[in-house]
């Protein structure tokens, strides 16, 4: 064993029997609120001691956190220069993009259901400390939920929050970014082509940017026009497309869709965290005290709850582009997913108001509109001339040598891409011709293989390809 060895386990039991009492205390810390709430004697102790319990465990559970991250950390750093990284890197991604859905499935289903329920509540002429109430049927029981304008009299006991969806929504995400991007950033993030950066600038603009964007959102809420929802939305909108412009002028196409998604993200966790859990506590504060609350503040976290209503369905888009070239491969990335964006944008509004039951003829077409005509502007141009001279395939066979099998191949060659990217492999000719639709899409049309162009195709070996597959792509 060497030196660093040696040192490394030492790490890895000193965390993990940290790990072990930080998960033990987490276990006992129920019985401790029990211990809390049967004391009834001194009303204002138990609520110190309460709070002081949740700030313990908020402790506890990160340090549980840190303690993972640190354990993989490690594993990282041993397993470095062995075969197994890739393999440790793949389940890294697998944990935390199952982790990153998960936790964004239930924020984003929290926050469309309580927007429903906001939009569905029935006035209550008996009750006017009541914004309304309203009953629903679920999961073979009776609902019924009351909304109150500001704050019940008495502050009740055991109301249940809801920000952890949100928090690890974001922390999830936050890590997928390096998982994916930052940690092979010269690969995944910068494209020589767009401009040439070292990865680590690459990922401190875009670590940047996520702070700063949501720094002008938050500015531009505290003016006036907040109160102006559709100018408020036109120029967040209009601030928004400049990031998206900036992020497809300095990366390649794919992590510049992702950033967007990202930055959005980042101001719906950040509506959150920095204004309403914060107003819910100042809420509940003066609710304890039986102070006159101020419904201000309730209404504008309400209203930065609400953006974030609009801001799921371009944020749900962005996180499956992915997997569709023809819209981050196109010439003006940006521009899609301005479209997409207002279009999705305006599918939420048409739900909002129809659960309101405001009619409102024009927002849906419009929105269907935009979504159609996004299907036209991403088609397919109609590429190159006729394709006069027979191809032969000992001309396809070296480019696909020379151009594609240092990636895809059973054994790929390519520093950053050591098993094949999708499990699509170019070892014997039927691999190329039974893929000679996908290969069409990627390497013609839309440009996006070879990745970041790194094996250098050119323009005229792409025009070779197209009339090899439209000539039948036969394998001769
Ligand atoms: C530098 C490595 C690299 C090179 C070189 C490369 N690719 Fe890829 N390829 C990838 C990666 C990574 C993916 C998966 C991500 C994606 O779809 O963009 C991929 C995906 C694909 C896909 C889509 C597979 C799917 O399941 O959607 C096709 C088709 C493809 N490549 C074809 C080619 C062709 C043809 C060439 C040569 C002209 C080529 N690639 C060269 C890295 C590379």
């Not at 003016?223 to 002028?249: D, E, M």
Request: net charge neutral.
């Amino acid at each position: 064993m060497t030196g660093l060895e040696i040192l490394l386990l030492f790490l890895f039991a000193a965390i993990s029997l940290i790990l072990f009492i930080l998960t033990q205390i987490s276990h006992q810390a129920p019985s401790w609120y029990q211990a809390l709430s049967e004391n009834k004697n001194l009303a204002a102790a138990k609520e110190k001691g309460v709070e002081r319990v949740d700030r313990a465990s908020t402790l506890v559970y990160t340090g549980i956190v840190l303690c993972f991250l640190l354990l993989i950390g490690l594993s990282y750093v041993y397993l470095r220069d062995t075969i197994y990284v890739g393999h440790l890197h793949e389940w890294m991604n697998i944990i935390v993009r199952w982790m990153h859905i998960t936790f964004g499935i239930a924020w984003i289903g929290t926050s469309f259901f309580f927007v429903f329920m906001e939009n569905s509540l029935v006035q209550n002429k008996k009750r006017p400390e009541l914004k309304g109430d309203m009953w629903m049927l679920h999961g073979g029981g009776f609902w019924f939920v009351e909304k109150y304008k500001v704050a019940p009299k008495v502050m009740p006991e055991g109301a249940h929050w809801f920000k952890y969806e949100a928090y690890f929504t974001w922390l999830s995400g936050f890590a997928l970014l390096f998982v994916v991007y930052y940690f092979n950033a010269e690969a995944m993030l910068v494209d020589p082509n767009v401009w040439d950066i070292p990865g680590w600038w690459g990922t401190l603009i875009g670590i940047g940017s996520l702070a700063i964007g949501y720094a002008i959102y938050h500015f531009l809420s505290l003016t006036p026009l907040l109160k102006r929802p559709a100018w408020f939305g036109l120029v967040l909108f209009v601030i928004l497309i400049g990031f998206a412009y900036f992020y497809t002028s300095i990366f390649n196409a794919r992590a510049a869709y992702i950033h967007f998604g990202a930055l959005i993200g980042t101001l719906m966790a950040g509506n959150v965290f920095f204004v309403i859990i914060p107003a819910q506590k100042a809420m509940v504060r003066a609710t304890r005290a039986g102070a006159e609350l101020d419904p201000g503040i309730g209404q504008f976290a309400g209203l930065r709850s609400y953006h974030n209503n609009y801001f799921t369905l371009p944020v749900l888009f962005v996180m499956i582009s992915n997997h569709f070239p023809s819209t981050f491969g196109h010439d003006q990335p940006w521009l899609i997913l301005a479209l997409l964006s207002l279009a999705s944008a305006g599918v939420k509004h048409y739900l909002n108001l129809k659960e309101k039951h405001q009619q409102s003829v024009w927002v849906m077409p419009f929105a269907i509109i935009l979504l159609v005509s996004t299907v036209f502007i991403t088609a397919p141009e109609a590429v190159g001339g006729e394709c006069t001279d027979e191809v032969s395939f000992t001309e396809i066979y070296a480019i696909f040598q020379e151009r594609c099998v240092s990636c895809h191949s059973s054994q790929p060659t390519d520093d950053v891409w050591t098993s094949p990217p999708n499990g699509v492999v170019y070892d014997t000719p039927q691999d190329m011709a039974k893929r000679s639709e996908q290969i069409m899409q990627r390497v013609v049309i839309t440009k996006t293989m070879p990745q970041n162009n790194k094996t250098g195709i050119t323009p005229d070996e792409r025009e070779r390809i197209r009339c090899w597959i439209e000539q039948g792509s036969s394998t001769d």
